[in-house]
């Protein structure tokens, strides 16, 4: 076990010199927007459970919110749209002027209308820059977006605060449905693929970052035409192996995702009830249950069943709470999956209140939605666009591995994940690809003492393992099958 050993001094190492723990989507940035004044907060998810932190933000933050934060969970730099701010609350060099058009001069102020405008990717060659995608709303239809831009940021420049260094490239200068605009890793475990859809047409436009740079459009027509998906958003599956779509006119569609070759196929669309509500969707860490959320339902569907829409299950309808402050409803709005595995949505218009769904790995009303669980000092608009950062590459396919200068990586490693890391009693979960034949787990003190073994059984996506018991300090969990040689996850306890 003394190697152990030496691979967790190099873990602690690491873990304080190096950004080698992914927390790109540690912070939620929100405010300030209609309702509670001026005041700004963040949502930190850094301690491994949600800390609010109260801010004086000078840009508002409401419907387009793009963020990337460090492992403490101080905001990096965010976006609304029309500037980037730094994380000294000040305006990224050259980080204004996004999305040149009337419509952004009009919303400049409090931010552009449309939820998922932006999204913000790291660079597979270069650890210090970062993609901003984003799109300015049209003058037309605030449901429709005018053009696909992205703009680069090296956080090495001033003072580590980071500046733009290309804005405003146009790469797609066709009309895209507002809030459909999402990404996953290719199966690689590397690079990204970005995908938008044509308004009024069954268009998918796709791209590809790769150190180089990005890649494409390469368009796909497929499924169902998109005339006005309205007040909605797309999502890909944790796993990255389903596209998933909810509008207002309460149909979901769902497409099936290559993330080898970036192929879309037409998987199902069914309605929900409630159609003349809006429909946002997000789903459980392990990819087994969808959420569907409107103003007033939270719907859980089964995505291993046959037929999906025969298993939905309401799961919440809205108590009737109404927020002292403004007294405003405290409605449902979008929801997004969190680091610990929890799935937040802020209420609905600018409130201060925000909904969870505790345990949403479980089916029907065992997933625990809590509602207005968070009482927040600031106005709520729409937490930012993330995707899932930590996904790693598709073990067993063609393109599981990448050969750079020569080498070839190993990508188990990057098939498991553990998390919250720091933990803090309660439980931790495990996540990884799914699995074909029965994988021990054991976790060791830093002494080489095993303090727990645990099967993870063949088909399955994730699993808790208690961590009340574990004193302050750093562990190791240990993965071995007939196939993997050895895995080896560092994790704090505190």
Known sequence: MNRYFLLAILYLVSFKTNGQVIAYDYSWPFGPGPGLGLKSCNLNFASGSPVVDTVDRIMALYATVGSISDQNGVVKFCSNGCFILNSADDTLQNGSGLNPNNCTNLWCLGGLPSNDANLILPDPGNSQRFYLFHAPCSQINANQLEFLYYSIIDMTLDSGRGAVVNKNTMINPQYIIGEFMTATKHGNGRDWWIICHGMNSDLFYEYLLTPTGVQGPFNQHCGWIFDNPGWGNVRFSHDGSKLICGNQYAKIR?????????????????????????????????????????????????????????????????????????????????????????????????????????????????????????????????????????????????????????????????????????????????????????????????????????????????????????????????????????????????
């Not at 809205?318 to 927020?323: E, L, N, R």
């Open 254 to 494: 769902l497409f099936d995702f290559d993330r080898c070759t970036g192929l879309i196929s037409v998987n199902v669309q069914f309605s929900k009830p409630y159609p003349n509500d809006f429909c946002f969707i997000s789903t459980s860490q392990d990819s087994h249950f969808l959420y569907s959320v409107d103003l007033e339902h939270i719907i859980q569907y089964d995505l291993t069943a046959p037929n999906i829409d025969s298993t939905g299950i309401i799961v919440a309808t809205y108590d009737g709470f109404i927020a002292t402050d403004s007294l405003h409803h405290t409605y449902f709005s979008a929801p997004q999956l969190a680091v610990d595995g929890k799935i937040y949505f802020p209420a609905y218009g600018g409130t201060n209140f925000m909904h969870v769904i505790d345990q949403p790995e479980q089916q029907g009303l065992a997933c625990n939605v809590i509602q207005h669980a968070i009482e927040l000092p600031c106005a709520l608009g729409f937490p930012p666009n993330f995707p899932n950062y930590r996904l790693g590459a598709l073990t067993g396919s063609t393109c599981d591995s990448l050969v750079i200068d020569g080498i070839t990586s190993i990508p188990a490693s990057n098939l498991f994940h553990i998390y919250p890391n720091p933990v803090k009693g309660g439980q931790l979960t495990i996540s990884y690809p799914q699995l074909k034949q029965d994988t021990r787990i054991e976790i060791y003190n830093l002494f080489g003492s095993k303090l727990n073994e645990t099967i993870l059984p063949v088909g399955s996506w994730s699993m808790k393992i208690s961590a009340e018991n574990l004193s302050v300090g750093v562990y190791f969990a240990c993965i071995r099958n007939s196939k993997i040689n050895e895995v080896i996850k560092f994790f704090v306890a505190q």
